[in-house]
T-cell receptor, first 115, second 114 residues
């Protein structure tokens, strides 16, 4: 049973389109994240949500809007896609205590290609 | 904000040799330092972690050391095997009572040849 699952696994779209990536975790964790991995493998934090509340937003353009309907789901919606948005997007979850970081469990990634 | 530097970016060793990857961090408030292994087409997976109140931790062939004063930590893999070939990432924690996250180094591609 997959702990952190993302859909779709692959996404190919044209510049200017709007797309969404969905993420669900069945670990009962309170915190979920979105990371972006570029072509050089660099993993960069985008957002962090704790119990549906946005905690961290790391200078991500407004075209990216995370939505957390409940603490098991964190979706990523991207408007007006640009070539530079091409990357692998990873969802992750973690059970952290107050101010205490812990292991992140990653999904398998969603590879977005913008043409 | 936190900045994590990782070296080397690529590392090639012969099977049975040891491999060492080093990282430095900038934020003295960081207190959690995990290492992740990422295989092709997969998400990163935790292989070992260390907290700031510990100087060294070992799990079979892998070990991590932490020097809080110098703000650096290292991953040591002994008796490397071809299946150790992957991209390895170090990370340091950021955050506060509201929430935490991990800032990653740029990764090391380890190749183990038999």
């Amino acid at each position: 049973d997959t702990a952190v699952s993302q859909t779709p696994k692959y996404l190919v779209t044209q510049m200017g389109n709007d797309k969404s990536i969905k993420c669900e975790q069945n670990l009962g964790h309170d915190t979920m994240y979105w990371y972006k991995q570029d072509s050089k493998k660099f993993l960069k934090i985008m957002f962090s949500y704790n119990n549906k509340e946005l905690i961290i937003n790391e200078t991500v353009p407004n075209r990216f809007s995370p939505k957390s309907p409940d603490k098991a789901h964190l979706n990523l919606h991207i408007n007006s896609l640009e070539l530079g948005d091409s990357a692998v997007y990873f969802c992750a979850s973690s059970q952290v205590g107050r101010g205490v970081a812990g292991e992140l469990f990653f999904g398998e990634g969603s590879r977005l290609t913008v043409l | 904000g936190e900045n994590v530097e990782q070296h080397p970016s690529t590392l090639s060793v012969q099977e049975g040799d040891s491999a060492v990857i080093k990282c430095t961090y900038s934020d003295s408030a960081s207190n959690y330092f995990p290492w992740y292994k990422q295989e092709l087409g997969k998400g990163p997976q935790l292989i070992i972690d260390i907290r700031s109140n510990v100087g060294e931790k070992k799990d079979q062939r892998i070990a991590v050391t932490l020097n809080k004063t110098a703000k650096h930590f290292s991953l040591h893999i002994t008796e490397t095997q071809p299946e150790d070939s992957a991209v390895y990432f170090c990370a340091a924690s950021i955050g506060n009572q509201a929430g935490t996250a991990l800032i990653f180094g740029k990764g090391t591609t380890l190749s183990v040849s038999s």
